[in-house]
């Protein structure tokens, strides 16, 4: 929701989950290397990554995330930059990267310039798992959960916390406090532009 209101005030928008996906689909980038890593179980009929056999994998072995990890975010990172150099010509307010797991990757830290944490209750949380996972158990959707960063680490790397509780009034708000930050980015990028 955040992304997409700054990018109807003028963004460009560099989603890493969008890229990972793209990196683990049939004949991605990616594939090739995971195959190797963990094996044909990994890959599904049609070439992608079996995500379903992936997380349990991860979910159950911090060795196994880790050495995806290995694989994946280096040509994330080589992708998003790539992407963001062709973005900046064109693009009003901002270069702007969703990045899910930002407070555990210390190269993003260091690259961006900027960074707005948009944080949910747990409640939340647990919803829109669900919701991209239906089948997933209530163990598997805690996992999930208690492998992410905790709101107090990622408000710790975060320039401006802005609140994504769904509901109307929170929602209201949340609209004032994009309007609020893009006046900021405008007011940056001006004076940088003297």
Not at 35 to 55: C, K, T, Y
Request: proline share 3%; aromatic share 4%.
């Amino acid at each position: 929701m955040v992304a997409r209101l700054l990018v109807e005030q003028g963004a460009a928008l560099i989603d890493l989950d969008a890229i990972a996906h793209e990196l683990t689909a049939a004949n991605g980038k990616a594939m090739p290397s995971i195959e190797r890593a963990f094996g044909a179980q990994v890959v599904a009929e049609d070439g992608a990554l079996n995500r379903s056999v992936m997380r349990d994998l991860i979910f159950n072995d911090s060795h196994h995330k880790a050495r995806l990890e290995a694989i994946i975010h280096p040509l994330i990172l080589s992708t998003a930059i790539e992407l963001a150099h062709l973005k900046a010509r064109n693009t009003p307010l901002c270069v702007l990267y969703d990045i899910p797991l930002l407070a555990s990757s210390t190269e993003w830290l260091q690259l961006l310039d900027w960074i707005v944490v948009v944080d949910c209750s747990e409640e939340v949380r647990v919803q829109r798992i669900r919701a991209r996972g239906p089948h997933l158990t209530e163990e598997m959707v805690h996992r999930i959960i208690s492998s992410q960063a905790s709101t107090a680490e990622m408000k710790a790397v975060a320039n401006a916390v802005l609140d994504n509780t769904e509901n109307d009034v929170k929602h209201l708000q949340l609209k004032g406090q994009v309007n609020i930050l893009t006046g900021y980015i405008r007011r940056i990028n001006s004076s940088c532009m003297k």
